[in-house]
C-alpha cells in the first residue's frame, strides 16, 4: 500500500473507530453520514476457497482507494493532469498485487492535444485462457465534482477484488482494466477509453463486468446491453440468490462502458446501485459513501467470479460474437 493511500486510509478507518466507540457508549448505529448500516452475514456457505473468498472482501481497503482518489487526487476530468496522476496511481496499485500492467496512453479525446488513458492489468499464468474483464472508470464528469460515487467507488471495489482474485487458479484469466474518459471528453465523446480497448484490445475475453456507482444507494441492479448478456446477468442473479442478495434486473442500458465491450459482441453487464440524487454534482464526496453498498457490490462481484466453471465459461464463448476472436493480448 503505497504512503499516500496509507494516510488516506488511516483517515477513514479512524472514523469508523470513532463511529464503533459512539455504538458502544450511546447504542446509535455506525455509518458514514447518509449511509446504510452494515449488511446483514448472508447465509453460509460450502467451506471452499472459491466459495468463501468474497468473506474476505474489506470495504474499509476500498475505502482507502476512494480517500486517495477523491481528496489527493481531486476531479479527474477526460485529459486533465489529475486524471493522468490517478492512472499513474492506478497502474502502481496494480503492479504491487502482481498483476501485468500496461497503461494504453494516446487515446485521442478528440480535441487538438489531449488524451486519456487505460490502465490494464492481467493476472499472471493467463496463458492462452480465455479471459473475463473486471472494469470501472476513473475520471469525473467535470473539474467541479469529487467523483466518490462516480467513480471512485467503482475502481474501489474492482482493485479490492483484483487483489484477492490475483493468486487464484480460476477456469478463466481476470483482466482489469481503469477506463479512462467514461464521461464526455473535450471533444464531445463518452465512453473513449472502453471503446478504444474493445475494438482494439479484447480479443480472447468472453465477457465483462463494468462496476460504476457503488457506493450510494439501496438498490443493486445489474444492467444489460444486448441479448448476448442474458446468460452473464443469470449468473450474477445465481450469486445474489446464494447470498442472499435482492438485485434488480434492470434490463438494458448504454450509458457505461459495458456497452462498448456489447457493441464489440461480448456478454457484458453493469453493476451500479441507485438512487443518487447528487450524481453528477459537487455533493458526489467521499463522506458519502455507504460501507454497506460497498460491501454489497464487492461480494456479489467475488462471488460471481468465483462460482464460474469452466462450463459457464465455455458458454459465455458461444456467446460471444465474430468480433470477440481470440487474439493476442493488447496492451499498448
Excluded at 490502465?119 to 496463458?127: F, Q, R, S
Aim: aromatic fraction near 6%; charged fraction near 15%; glycine fraction near 10%.
Amino acid at each position: 500500500m503505497s504512503p499516500q493511500r496509507q494516510f488516506a486510509h488511516g483517515l477513514f478507518v479512524g472514523a469508523n473507530v470513532l463511529m464503533a466507540a459512539l455504538y458502544v457508549a450511546f447504542g446509535t448505529e455506525s455509518h458514514w453520514p447518509g449511509a446504510e448500516t452494515q449488511a446483514a452475514e448472508p447465509p453460509a456457505l460450502p467451506p471452499t476457497p472459491a466459495q468463501t473468498l468474497w468473506r474476505q472482501f474489506e470495504p474499509s481497503d476500498a475505502l482507502g482507494n476512494i480517500a486517495y482518489l477523491c481528496w489527493e487526487v481531486g476531479p479527474r476530468p477526460a485529459g486533465s493532469a489529475a486524471e493522468r496522476q490517478a492512472a499513474a496511481y492506478l497502474a502502481r496499485e496494480l503492479a504491487d498485487l502482481g498483476y501485468i500492467v500496461a497503461v494504453q496512453r494516446g487515446i485521442t479525446l478528440g480535441k487538438a492535444g489531449q488524451s486519456t488513458a487505460n490502465v490494464v492489468g492481467l493476472a499472471p499464468g493467463a496463458g492462452r485462457k480465455p479471459r473475463i474483464v473486471v472494469g470501472a472508470h476513473y475520471d469525473t464528469v467535470s473539474p467541479a465534482v469529487q467523483g466518490a460515487n462516480d467513480n471512485a467507488s467503482g475502481v474501489a471495489v474492482v482493485l479490492e477484488v483484483a487483489s484477492l482474485l490475483v493468486k487464484q487458479s480460476l477456469p478463466y484469466a481476470i483482466q482489469v482494466v481503469f477506463f479512462g474518459a467514461e464521461e464526455r471528453s473535450p471533444g464531445g465523446e463518452s465512453l473513449v477509453g472502453s471503446r478504444h480497448f474493445a475494438r482494439r484490445c479484447a480479443g480472447s475475453a468472453v465477457a465483462m463486468i463494468n462496476v460504476d456507482m457503488v457506493g450510494c444507494g439501496t438498490d443493486l441492479h445489474v444492467w444489460q446491453y444486448g441479448a448476448r448478456s442474458r446468460y452473464l446477468a443469470g449468473l450474477v442473479a445465481r450469486s445474489a440468490a446464494a447470498l442472499g442478495l435482492s438485485v434488480a434486473a434492470s434490463g438494458h442500458s448504454a450509458d457505461s462502458d459495458h456497452a462498448s465491450f456489447a457493441r464489440a459482441a461480448i456478454p457484458s453487464i453493469w453493476l451500479q446501485s441507485l438512487p443518487d440524487p447528487r450524481n453528477h454534482t459537487s455533493a458526489d464526496q467521499a463522506q458519502r459513501i455507504s460501507v454497506r453498498s460497498l460491501e454489497r457490490a464487492g461480494r456479489l462481484l467475488l462471488h460471481t467470479l468465483t462460482s464460474l466453471q469452466a462450463e459457464d465459461v465455455r458458454l459465455l464463448q458461444k456467446r460471444c460474437g465474430s468480433q470477440a476472436k481470440a487474439a493476442r493480448y493488447c496492451g499498448r
